[in-house]
């Protein structure tokens, strides 16, 4: 039978014959229009040939891992607790691996039990299920600004709306949160909650100061508004105590999320949300609607490997690496950048947030960076109102110094080449750059 393209009426896709890149589009739900591949999604391909060096990517790098002996953990998990870890488990998550999350919360001052832990896929699931138990299409959630790409996304998939507040070098300013709950609620809308990473800032690289914390707990307290924490970077401080979480101090107002990615490896997939009591049971509903049950296997091979083996050992070990590949950066950033470029000195984690001379576009830039061949992400990505152009984030977790230091050198000669451009042809700045938001850098030039 010969086919036919389809109709305005009848629009089944009849394979070859749409002139159309997606032949689905007009039956997607609303919601899937804020679905959109990431820039950094979009960079992974090119970033990834071995000339670029990237330092746009956020991965862990668990090369220092020993494989070994979690290969051992796994064989004998097979071989002993096989029939359990390839079954169907619990929707809330492991018991045992449970209690163990606790104990590793308790090394950021958080008492909690077992029974209000939720297990996830990755801590990126918890953000998921928190926003569906709490969001409906136009509730506003405040970030920071700028903020983890990976939560803006799962915001815009809920239809949310995203209001941006300031951070400066101690992290999100108490004021701008003030101003824009005030802001929010004189438009009539209702906030949902605040989403923080209080440590290691993804992608700015700061740290909330442990003085700030009552003032946000209390702001968010007064006005009846829930707190977000994400903390997957807690434990991989530079110095030796790792920060007070905000949970240890606000049990009820704070739904704490935690990671297994960065401290141990992602490709388990194991994270887990605290909630208070109630907040809990929706979670696991949730949880059970999107997957019966976070995966036995994982959970139980991450149980393994925290109780037979010297997890903290490696997390110091980890943090010795991160901390050497941070010195290079900022080094390289001295020795090299032009003046009037500002970065932060991060305390822990991946980033550092690099806002380039005025005038410049980081995204524009990207281009001409990537022929270069350096990658970083451009600002932009990490709001959700356009703002952030004029800088970027760098991250220094995966490359090795030697490449870092190079990476910076490619860099350097992209942003002086802009400059260049911009003396001989003008100063019409590029029409995208906003400006709005204090910069969360520390100026070092
Ligand atoms: C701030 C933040 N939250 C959550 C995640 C998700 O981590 P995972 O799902 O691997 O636990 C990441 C990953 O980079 C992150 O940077």
């Not at 009848?10 to 609303?30: H, I, K, M, N, W």
């Not at 003030?178 to 993804?202: C, D, Q």
């Amino acid at each position: 039978m010969e086919q036919q393209p389809p109709s305005a009426t009848d629009r089944t896709p009849v394979p070859g014959t749409s002139t159309r890149l997606d032949s689905y589009v007009e039956r997607y739900a609303a919601r899937t229009a804020g679905m959109t591949a990431s820039e950094i999604r979009a960079l992974f391909a090119v970033a990834s040939r071995p000339e670029v060096v990237s330092l746009a990517g956020g991965m862990p790098n668990i090369s220092g891992l020993p494989l070994d002996v979690v290969g051992g953990a796994i064989h004998d998990l097979v071989r002993t607790h096989g029939a359990v870890a390839m079954q169907y488990g619990s929707g809330q998550g492991d018991p045992a691996l449970r209690e163990q999350i606790c104990d590793v919360m308790r090394l950021e001052g958080i008492e909690a039990h077992p029974d209000d832990v939720v297990v996830t896929v990755g801590s990126q699931q918890a953000v998921d299920l928190v926003t569906r138990i709490f969001c409906d299409p136009g509730d506003v959630v405040i970030c920071e600004a700028p903020s983890y790409v990976g939560a803006l996304g799962v915001f815009r998939a809920y239809e949310c709306d995203v209001v941006h507040a300031a951070m400066d070098e101690h992290g999100l300013v108490p004021d701008a949160l003030r101003e824009a709950i005030t802001s929010v609620r004189a438009s009539g809308r209702t906030i949902k909650f605040l989403y923080t990473i209080p440590n290691y800032h993804n992608p700015a690289g700061v740290s909330m100061a442990a003085e700030r914390r009552p003032e946000i707990l209390e702001i968010c307290r007064e006005a009846d508004i829930l707190v977000l924490e994400d903390n997957p970077y807690g434990l991989l401080g530079f110095d030796d105590v790792p920060y007070r979480a905000l949970r240890a101090d606000e049990a009820e107002g704070v739904i704490y999320l935690g990671s297994f990615s960065k401290t141990f490896a992602p490709g388990f997939r194991v994270g887990w949300a605290l909630a208070p009591h109630a907040v809990r049971e929706k979670l696991v509903l949730a949880q059970e609607s999107a997957t019966l049950c976070p995966p036995s296997f994982s959970q139980m091979a991450v149980s393994s490997y925290l109780s037979n083996h010297d997890w903290m050992g490696q997390v110091k070990e980890f943090r010795e690496m991160y901390r050497e590949r941070r010195d290079t950066m900022i080094d390289s950033l001295q020795d090299l950048m032009p003046a009037a470029t500002r970065w932060n000195v991060p305390d822990g984690g991946f980033y550092v947030w690099l806002t380039l001379p005025d005038g410049l576009d980081a995204k524009a830039m990207l281009p001409r960076a990537v022929t270069a061949r350096v990658a970083y992400v451009p600002g932009t990505a990490f709001f959700s109102d356009g703002f952030g152009a004029q800088s970027m984030r760098l991250s220094y977790c995966y490359p090795t110094p030697e490449r870092i230091r190079e990476g910076v050198r490619r860099l350097v000669g992209v942003i002086e080449e802009e400059m260049e451009l911009r003396e001989t042809f003008g100063a019409a700045g590029p029409a995208t750059l906003r400006r709005g938001y204090e910069s969360p850098n520390t100026d070092l030039t």
